[in-house]
């Protein structure tokens, strides 16, 4: 199960090592994107999984001033319940890194 630390919680999602390894993937690219590529646009980040729940991750990296600053939008969804939430992309690089080992 993949933990999100969220800032007033934490969040549990049902997720596929082969998913993992694809989002750390984007989280990498879009984290080096303020350093590899001339000012905005930037190419946002829309990752979405779902198998048992659905799963999406989205950031627009152009209303960041830096990696460290910019806020991912976490939507997870299931017929009886949604929840949205924000979670910062330092935090997410981790919390996916930590999924992993």
């Known amino acids: ?4 630390n969220l800032p007033e919680g934490s969040l549990g999602v049902a997720f596929s090592p082969a998913a993992a390894v694809d989002l ?3 989280l990498h690219t879009l984290k080096h994107s303020w350093q590899n590529s ?3 646009p930037r190419p ?7 198998d048992n729940v659905y ?7 152009n209303v960041w001033p830096s990696p460290f600053a ?3 939008l976490v939507t997870v969804r ?3 319940v949604q929840v949205s939430t924000q979670i910062g992309l330092p935090q997410l ?3 996916v890194a930590s999924y992993q080992q």
Do not use: K, R, T
Not at 44 to 50: C, I, T
Not at 55 to 61: A, D, Y
């Open 1 to 4: 199960m993949l933990i999100l």
């Open 24 to 26: 750390a993937q984007q």
């Open 38 to 40: 001339p000012p905005p």
């Open 44 to 50: 946002e980040l829309n990752f979405v999984y779902s």
């Open 55 to 61: 799963f999406e991750l989205f950031c627009n990296p």
């Open 70 to 72: 910019a806020q991912v």
């Open 78 to 80: 299931h017929p009886q």
């Open 93 to 95: 690089l981790e919390d």
